[in-house]
């Protein structure tokens, strides 16, 4: 495999110098907007706050990213003022509404947003989350795997890498009922594996994999401690399944659960992690007291990171080394004065 020029270059603008994704993620809308919603006693989160914590995230974090993936509700018109041209932009395309019928959540673009108006601003990678199960009722599933391939067709036709994100859910049979972002209490590992490797088929024409840890957060041993092993098997067969590059999400694991379970991901071959709530929560629970939120950001926040991208730096696999690029992932095709002709217009 290799990759057409607008993914090369949407790829390099992610990563750093050495291939390594550190990226920081300011899209979510849940969870941000729920715990302002209920600070206020309001149905509705007011737009300059929830738009202000995102301004703030990229001003004290984007130092520490590579990427920064931000979502068109919020972060967009507020905080790309303040972004820095040297960083990576990933911009989101699903609605964080999703339909759920207690078998199975139908994923939705964002209303008036696109793949294209991405492109158009000046995005370098599209982010989609798509909730899946394979027990799931079989409409739902057909209805997650169309909307998945239309993506992928219309970021090939725009030439902009697809970095598509996988998260498990309770089903109405499962014991822990929610409809929020986090992890899901009792997931089965077999679950994410099972839906890694759907969507690793061709068809779907994804780039780069944002995965959840195919256990428990709070179960992951962290390599070198007891039942590691045991552990790293699981992991390796999710990479083994990715079959591209792929990186690890938080679901709002804490600090020290999130970096064991980053010592796992880069040695099954990950390239690195695409994080917010492991990053930011804790800053976030001072709210509304903007400069203690401020002020933990650019402390402890930015510490954490300091750790993570040392241990992605030392442990990390470039992307362009994964073994679907042959060893060319990096390599422009076809590098002679014949690129123009072959190079396709939308």
């Known amino acids: 495999m290799s990759l057409s020029a607008g993914k090369l270059w949407g790829m390099r603008r992610m990563a750093d110098s050495n291939g390594l994704f550190k990226m920081t993620a300011v899209d979510q809308r849940p969870p941000i907007k729920s715990a302002i919603a ?6 509705e989160a007011p737009f300059d706050d929830v738009a202000g914590f995102k301004k703030l995230l990229i001003e004290t974090l984007q130092d520490k990213s590579t990427a920064l993936l931000l979502d068109p509700h919020f972060a967009i018109p507020r905080g790309l003022p303040a972004m820095s ?5 990933v911009v989101t395309l699903e609605d964080s509404i999703f339909e759920d019928s207690g078998m199975g959540r139908k994923s939705s673009e964002i209303d008036d947003w696109s793949v294209g108006k991405i492109k158009r601003m000046g995005g370098d990678a599209v982010k989609v989350l798509a909730w899946y199960r394979p027990d799931a009722d ?4 057909e209805h997650q795997k169309e909307f ?3 993506i992928g067709e219309a970021c090939a036709r725009y030439d902009i890498p697809f970095l598509f994100e996988l998260l498990v859910f309770p089903l109405e049979s499962d014991a822990h009922q929610t409809k929020d972002y986090v992890e899901m ?3 089965r590992s077999d679950d994410v594996l099972k839906s890694v490797e759907e969507f690793a088929k ?8 944002k995965l959840e840890s195919p256990i428990a957060a709070n179960d992951v041993p962290g390599v070198g ?3 590691w092993r045991q552990a790293q098997e699981i992991f390796d067969e999710m990479g083994r399944l990715a079959g591209r590059p792929w990186v690890m999400l938080s679901a709002g694991a804490s600090k020290p659960a999130f970096r064991k379970i980053l010592t796992h991901a880069y040695k099954a071959g990950a390239s690195g992690y695409l994080a917010g709530r492991a990053i930011w929560l804790d800053a976030f629970g001072h709210f509304p007291d903007w400069d203690k939120m401020r002020t933990e950001l650019s402390g402890e926040a930015c510490a954490y990171m300091d750790d993570l991208n040392m241990l992605t730096d030392a442990e990390a696999t470039p992307w362009h080394k994964h073994t679907i690029f042959n060893g060319r992932g990096a390599a422009f095709t076809p590098n ?3 690129f123009r002709h072959g190079y396709q217009d939308i």
């Open 185 to 187: 209490q009792g997931k």
């Open 336 to 338: 002679d004065a014949s």
């Open 225 to 227: 401690n007891d039942g």
């Open 138 to 141: 079989p409409e739902i599933n």
């Open 148 to 150: 998945t391939r239309r």
């Open 85 to 89: 041209p040297t960083k990576g932009l």
């Open 38 to 43: 209920k600070h206020h006693g309001t149905a």
């Open 202 to 209: 061709p068809e779907y024409g994804v780039d780069v994999f």
